[in-house]
Structures are given as structure tokens and as C-alpha cells.
């Protein structure tokens, strides 16, 4: 259980093109998503916390504009980077929040497999 | 704030060592939840252990072993007799326990840097 599909597991772009990246809760209904970028050799930083059928709440720092989200459903929530440029070339990675009554990590986050997004 | 400190960027060791990493955290929250991450080179981060506050009990999986001292702030993690598919980035996170000191809910993860753990057969 609790199992979290990401695509496309990679994707390269041009410049200016905007790529849509697909966060998918299998088995379970996710209230929260979150999304996350993780530049080479590096953390992961939390850029944005998405409840469905809300607005997303942003990190300091990042883009409402440049990264839409949108959580139209409990098992889907979508990262658009608009007008990709190369210092977008990243690996997102989102989570969903399990928000099950019952269950040993209830309430935790589960990760997916992540998007290598390069720009040329 | 929230922050997590892993002072070990990167550990090489051979097969069969048992290799500590380290983890320190820093929270106001009386209530919080620590956890560690693996990501082999694959990229998927894979999850490893959940503590809550209240519970400095140690954990024994296997070859892992998990060592949780409040009093130090710290949540060390253990392999022993490594292996060469242990090699990958570990991180330890830390989250809220559903109210922040300020009072709000809050079920962000703050990660550390991670350790690159590299086994040599």
C-alpha cells in the first residue's frame, strides 16, 4: 500500500517550453501533496504544500507563476513549470500525505520516484 | 525553525564494517517526529523508520539499528556488516507532530543534507 507514481520519470525540453509533471496517489486518498526539488548532490527543499481543491501554499523564494500547481482530485495534483529555462533542469519529487484513519504511518508522507526535468 | 544537521557529507567503507550516521536535530516543538530516508542512485527516496517524540525506545530492523537520544537532540542510524546495495544518500527528517509552536498544523518535512554512504566490496 501506499504507493505514489510520478510522470514522466524524465522529460527534456527546449527553453521557453513548459512541462507537466503528473503526482499520482495509487492506493489511497492523499488531502495533501507536496512538491519538491532536489538539485544535484543535494537536499531535497520543499517548494510547495498542495491541498485538494485549495490553492498551494508556496515556499519563500519560489514562484507561484513559474510553478503552477493544481490538486484537482484526491489522488492527482500537477506541477507545471512554465517557460522552462535551463536553471530548471531539476529532479522534482512529490509526496502524498496519507490520510487514512487507520494504519501504522497514517497521516506520513510517501514519496515518488521523482521527474529529471532537463532544459536545453 | 526547524533544522536537521548531518555533519557526514560523504562515508566510504568496505563490506562487511558497521557504518553510525549521524543525525542532529533542532525543533521548538515539544511533539515532533524523526525520520531517515534512503535514495540509491535510482533517485526514489525510500522510507526507512518513523520516531516519535515520546518514544526514545531503540529500534532494531535487520541490519539497521536506530538510536534515538532527546537529550542530545540526536537520531543516529546504524548499519551493520554492510553491504554494497547499502550504498546510497541517507537523510534524516524531522516534522512537527501536528501543531507548531506557533499553533499552527503543520506536516512539513525539513530534511538534512544528506550522507553519501559508500560501501567498497
Known amino acids: 500500500g501506499a504507493v505514489v507514481s510520478q510522470h514522466p520519470s524524465w522529460v527534456i525540453c527546449k527553453s521557453g517550453t513548459s512541462v507537466k509533471i503528473e503526482c499520482r496517489s495509487l492506493?489511497?486518498?492523499?488531502?495533501?501533496m507536496f512538491w519538491y526539488r532536489q538539485f544535484p548532490k543535494q537536499s531535497l527543499m520543499l517548494m510547495a504544500t498542495s491541498n485538494e481543491g485549495s490553492k498551494a501554499t508556496y515556499e519563500q523564494g519560489v514562484e507561484k507563476d513559474k510553478f503552477l500547481i493544481n490538486h484537482a482530485s484526491l489522488t492527482l495534483s500537477t506541477l507545471t513549470v512554465t517557460s522552462a529555462h535551463p536553471e530548471d533542469s531539476s529532479f522534482y519529487i512529490c509526496?502524498?500525505?496519507?490520510?487514512?484513519?487507520?494504519?501504522?504511518?497514517?497521516?506520513?508522507?510517501?514519496f515518488g520516484p521523482g521527474t529529471r526535468l532537463t532544459v536545453l | 525553525a526547524q533544522k536537521v544537521t548531518q555533519a557526514q557529507t560523504e562515508i566510504s567503507v568496505v563490506e562487511k564494517e558497521d557504518v553510525t550516521l549521524d543525525c542532529v536535530y533542532e525543533?521548538?516543538?515539544?511533539?515532533?517526529?524523526l525520520f531517515w530516508y534512503k535514495q540509491p542512485p535510482s533517485g526514489e527516496l525510500v522510507f526507512l523508520i518513523r520516531?516519535?517524540?515520546?518514544?526514545?525506545q531503540n529500534e532494531i530492523s535487520g541490519r539497521y539499528s536506530w538510536n534515538f537520544q532527546k537529550s542530545t537532540s540526536s537520531f543516529n542510524f546504524t548499519i551493520t556488516a554492510s553491504q554494497v546495495v547499502d550504498s546510497a544518500v541517507y537523510f534524516c527528517a524531522l516534522r512537527a507532530g501536528g501543531r507548531t509552536y506557533s499553533g499552527g498544523s503543520n506536516y512539513k518535512l525539513t530534511f538534512g543534507k544528506g550522507t553519501l554512504l559508500t560501501v567498497n566490496p
Open positions: 525543533t521548538r516543538d515539544t511533539t515532533y517526529y
Open positions: 509526496s502524498a500525505r496519507d490520510f487514512g484513519t487507520s494504519g501504522m504511518y497514517h497521516n506520513e508522507q510517501f
Open positions: 492506493d489511497f486518498q492523499a488531502t495533501t
Open positions: 520516531r516519535n517524540s515520546f518514544d526514545e
